[in-house]
């Protein structure tokens, strides 16, 4: 089992910045892909920027050039820096991680969600 535990959600400001943390810890054998979805209420939950173990990375439209996803394999521990936030950010955001096992079993794993609020 591998357990993900995110951080840094708040209240901000239009035009603030938030730094949300993930860290995966656990039984961790190989984490590939990790990603910062988000889901708003009354919303699907969508994808907002995944990072490879090898550092390429992907983002929703709506956040490129404002957001950045990083990710530090030493410390098993992905980043979202969040600049420039607007009230259409608001949002539950999760943090995902794509684990092979041992036994080259893969699966998704999420984390419990962290709530960033962004006021006009």
């Known amino acids: 089992q591998v357990q993900l535990v995110e951080s840094g959600g708040g209240l901000v400001q239009a035009g603030g910045s938030l730094r949300l943390s993930c860290a995966a810890s656990?039984?961790?054998?190989?984490?590939?892909?990790m990603g910062w979805y988000r889901q708003a209420p009354g919303k699907q939950r969508e994808l907002v920027a995944t990072i490879t173990s090898g550092g390429s990375t992907n983002y929703a439209d709506s956040v490129k050039g404002r957001f950045t996803i990083s990710r530090d394999n030493a410390k098993n521990t992905v980043y979202l820096q969040m600049n420039g936030l607007k009230p259409e950010d608001t949002a539950v955001y999760y943090c995902?991680?794509?684990?092979?096992?041992?036994?080259?079993?893969?699966?998704?794993?999420w984390g419990q969600g962290t709530q960033v609020t962004v006021s006009s």
């Open positions: 656990g039984s961790i054998f190989i984490l590939n892909a």
């Open positions: 995902n991680a794509d684990h092979t096992s041992r036994w080259s079993r893969r699966h998704d794993y």
